[in-house]
């Protein structure tokens, strides 16, 4: 028997049945004399509580030329208190049964901590304890340094990680999501003891934070202890930044080919810069996202599937408070990266020359909304997309009412957002052995860029070379 | 540098860590099916274990591996479906899916939109009735698992290790064979082998079935019976390993050498119970105090204080038959095996001498209070604990009780049970070193 003889039918295989939608705990919201912003929910089905807080400080913040400093500073924040040094940190933690983590990104810093009910009071003390008194220990300072910089290497062995770098610095050039959050080789090793305390200073503020507490206590409670831990916490009299609103600039170059003979395979990035967080056409992004994204979306079928150019391919769009980067990526054999850019190309295009009706857009909803319904079963994944809707201004009731928003994007909506937001204005970023196909590309492609993988400036709007 | 007065930070009762029971619904069905039904309706998402009662030790003689191979092929059709059909019902509708082999259980699931369940009710049924497997794609996958194996076993730094460590600790037990088994013996096997493998375990009677999430459990049941409760049991019996590892008396080396070494490794692994004996919360309280996270003592010790080692923890390897304890340390560049091997020892000599002090259990006990809370936050953690609980213990419903028992675990018990446990001949040594 074929294998298309034998597909599941309905006969046999049951239909599935409507779907239904989650029950969300209804935050509440205040913002305490210093400024600081705190969402409060409770969900009481375990005796666990978390915490997330949000400074609005991160790389974007950052000087073009000190790359990496507030992924620098995050990190050091769990590496020594005035009072406990990184081991005793640790041990503290370990102690309470507790998960404390700090982290940054584009738009934001954010710190996180989780424990049982009965040990959460002391776990949001240390957080309050990094947040507020780290001791930036110059020999941390070093070591996390030095160890940043090794992982860099490391990630530059790989072709895909680097087109996606190589593809943010073709996106936004010398605007402020131009360079890499984790820094470069060039700009980890001048930062300073001194300017981590200084941007640690300038950006960590409660005027300018967001705190999600949320869990096994009562709403009242999550702000009495917000205020007890964090009431102290003082903003500084200087006035806040002014929010970003550079302009940014089009792609220098529609095509941009980094020549990495070492490379095992190519890495492909094709992207544009595409939507803001707080657009009314989020939902319809993310949808437009789903249809081309995951094994039967049609990157992966064009591209697996149907040709076998690759073992996978997909898109993602990430929404930030400027408009971030749309990207369908995919790793080829150097020797098929033109077909496989055409094809990738062509895939992006036909949702809007061969739109998905609305019947195709039921499963690729559901790849949303599934993703979505499995994100938020625990509380620290309630807390994080909370304090996400806050930092970006959505209204946080927005929250419950994702599964609704997901379902009522319909095929017109998708393919009209396509046609503006992800197709036109499009730039090609291609990493591996540029001997096996440059030639291909110089042919078909007026302006194409080809930078040796020796002289590429991750540092330089301008990539260097 | 003054960094002034440490603030205290008052230890936890973690008595005061109050879980509510997971409340399930337990029924054999009159072929041998256990079901286990969880409902939790807060997301409407549900997660699906079918765990088969057969693993790496149940491989069939000269046949290392076969299990883990079979997991394999259950995802290659069946007579009325084409091959990734799970794929598709799971991961084009929002969900995901896979599958472990271990030594004792093969187990697949499935985290799907709570709609879905009743496809994946009817995918999971046809796959234990109706599996189709022809020479075809035996051949594929069988390369696909010896390729698994050259990757992780082979190309891996240490990846000989845990076989190693089975291999020399068990004399008698299959479980010496481990999971992945041997290229050899996969190579050597037939589709008629494959074919006998599923007609011997593959059977209602040796599956147990765990439904956690938001459903309704009338509808549901109607969905099991109706899927599954008419799928026949063989008469035969299910062939059960009754091999007992005898009684070690005397510490057992090995050194091995392999070009692909980084740093030299050692690990000890010591015989203990089977998963459902009385001392395993010790062992486990043991296990944390020994070597979970970066206040661990070997952490402290090995890795912190005298630096004799990169990395350095225990784990209790719990199985349905006795397991196996392990203390694993990787030296740092430019120290001697014998040196790491002595603060071990060093380690080892303290546990023997003293119950650990009131923090130090606090401390081990809020870890594992802590982390049996958080798996107990999702679906398809609730259904993982249930289905290995029920293989490997017997009961679904020790899960209710793990909490309580973790927490009357004493100083006195932790220092019996490492007396007991943690002797040298009552281990096998394996020294995993640079060519």
């Not at chain 1, 496989?340 to 998905?356: E, G, K, N």
């Not at chain 1, 591996?432 to 110089?442: I, L």
């Not at chain 2, 149940?58 to 394999?72: K, M, T, V």
Request: with cysteine.
């Amino acid at each position: 028997m074929t294998d298309a003889a034998r597909a599941v039918t309905a006969s046999t295989l049951p239909a599935p049945a409507a779907p239904r939608d989650a029950t969300l705990p209804a935050p509440v919201e205040r913002v305490l004399d210093n400024g600081l912003h705190v969402v409060a929910f409770t969900q009481r089905n375990l005796p666990l509580i978390a915490a997330q807080l949000v400074v609005r400080g991160g790389s974007s913040a950052e000087h073009e030329d000190e790359a990496g400093l507030s992924a620098l500073v995050a990190v050091l924040l769990t590496q020594g208190t005035a009072v406990r040094s990184a081991t005793e940190l640790a041990a503290a933690s370990d102690a309470l049964g507790a998960r404390l983590d700090a982290g940054s990104g584009f738009d934001a810093s954010l710190m996180s901590v989780s424990a049982t009910t009965p040990a959460f009071p002391y776990a949001f003390a240390l957080l309050d304890e990094v947040v507020r008194r780290p001791a930036f220990a110059p020999r941390e300072v070093e070591r996390v340094r030095t160890k940043s910089i090794s992982d860099l290497a490391l990630g530059y062995a790989s072709p895909a990680v680097l087109a996606r770098l190589v593809a943010q610095r073709v996106a936004y050039a010398g605007s402020p999501y131009g360079h890499p959050v984790a820094g470069t080789v060039t700009t980890l090793p001048a930062l300073s003891r001194d300017r981590v305390a200084w941007f640690h200073e300038r950006f960590y503020r409660p005027d300018d934070a967001v705190l999600v507490i949320g869990g096994d206590l009562e709403i009242d409670d999550a702000f009495a202890l917000a205020d007890r831990v964090l009431g102290s916490w003082r903003a500084p009299g200087r006035a806040l930044d002014a929010p970003l609103d550079a302009a940014i600039p089009p792609p220098r170059t529609r095509v941009v080919i980094v020549d990495k003979p070492d490379a095992g395979r190519t890495a492909l990035v094709v992207g544009r810069v595409s939507i803001a967080r707080g657009s009314p056409d989020y939902y319809a992004a993310t949808v437009a996202a789903a249809v081309l994204h995951g094994y039967s979306g049609r990157l992966n079928q064009e591209i697996r599937v149907k040709r076998g150019l690759s073992y996978g391919a997909g898109a993602s769009v990430s929404a930030r408070r400027m408009p971030g980067l749309f990207s369908a990526s995919t790793l080829i054999d150097h020797t098929r990266a033109v077909e496989a850019t055409d094809v990738t190309l062509a895939a992006i295009r036909s949702l809007v020359d061969a739109p998905a009706s609305d019947e195709d857009l039921v499963s690729r909803k559901a790849t949303v909304t599934g993703g979505f319904h499995r994100s938020i079963e625990t509380i620290d994944g309630i807390t994080g997309s909370l304090a996400e809707h806050a930092l970006y201004g959505v209204p946080l009731a927005e929250l419950s009412e994702y599964t609704r928003r997901v379902q009522a994007v319909d095929a017109a909506a998708v393919r009209d957002f396509a046609a503006r937001g992800f197709v036109p204005d499009d730039f090609i970023v291609l990493v591996g052995d540029a001997s096996q196909f440059a030639g291909d590309f110089a042919g078909r492609y007026a302006d194409v860029r080809v930078i040796p993988s020796t002289q590429l400036d991750l540092s330089s709007p301008t990539l260097g070379g | 540098m003054n960094r002034g007065p440490v603030s205290a930070l008052p230890t936890i009762p973690a008595i005061a860590i109050d879980v509510a029971p997971i409340e399930y619904v337990d029924r054999t069905l009159a072929n041998g099916l256990r079901t286990i039904l969880v409902v939790n309706r807060r997301v409407p998402s549900v997660a699906i274990n079918v765990a088969y009662r057969v693993g790496g030790k149940d491989d069939p003689p000269n046949r290392s591996g076969f299990a883990h191979l079979f997991e394999h092929l259950m995802f290659k059709g069946t007579s009325r479906t084409a091959p990734e059909t799970i794929d598709r019902l799971t991961e084009d509708v929002g969900g995901f899916n896979n599958a472990f082999t271990s030594e004792d259980i093969t187990n697949y699931y499935e985290v799907v939109p709570s709609n879905h369940l009743e496809r994946l009710l009817w995918a999971e049924a046809d796959r234990l009735a109706s599996l189709d497997v022809n020479a075809a794609n035996f051949a594929t996958e069988r390369d696909v698992v010896i390729g698994e194996y050259d990757q992780r076993i082979l190309a891996e730094p240490y990846g000989m290790l845990d076989e190693l460590v089975n291999r020399e600790a068990y004399a008698v037990h299959p479980y010496g064979r481990g999971v992945i088994g041997s290229p050899d013996e996969l190579n050597a096997a037939s589709l008629e082998d494959v074919v006998a493998f599923h007609a011997t375990y593959y059977r209602p009677d040796n599956a147990i079935l765990v439904v956690a999430g938001d459903f309704d459990v009338d509808e549901t049941s109607r969905w099991i019976d109706a899927y599954f409760g008419t799928i026949p049991t063989p008469a035969t019996a299910i062939p059960r390993v009754r091999a007992a590892e005898p009684e070690q008396t005397a510490e057992r080396t090995l050194e091995y050498r392999a070009a692909n070494v980084p740093l030299a490794a050692v690990e000890e692994a010591y015989h203990i119970p089977a998963a459902s004996h009385p001392d395993v919360p010790a062992l486990e309280v043991l296990e944390t105090v020994l070597g979970a996270g970066r206040s661990s003592r070997l952490y402290t010790a090995l890795v912190y204080d005298k630096q004799v080692a990169t990395s350095a923890y225990a784990s209790a390897d719990l199985r349905e038959h006795p397991g196996l304890f392990g203390l694993r340390v990787t030296c740092a560049g430019g120290v001697a095996l014998a040196d790491a091997r002595a603060a071990l020892a060093n380690e080892l000599d303290r546990v023997h001498a003293q119950a650990p002090g009131e923090a130090e259990l606090m401390r081990a006990r809020t870890q594992i209070a802590s982390s049996v809370v958080r798996s107990r936050q999702t679906n398809s953690g609730i259904a993982l604990m249930l289905v290995q609980s029920a293989a490997e213990r017997g009961d679904p419903g020790l899960v209710n009780d793990d909490l309580a028992r973790y927490l009357a675990v004493t100083g006195d018990d932790v220092v019996r049970v490492a007396r007991t446990y943690l002797r040298a001949e009552n281990r096998t040594v394996v020294e995993y070193l640079p060519a």
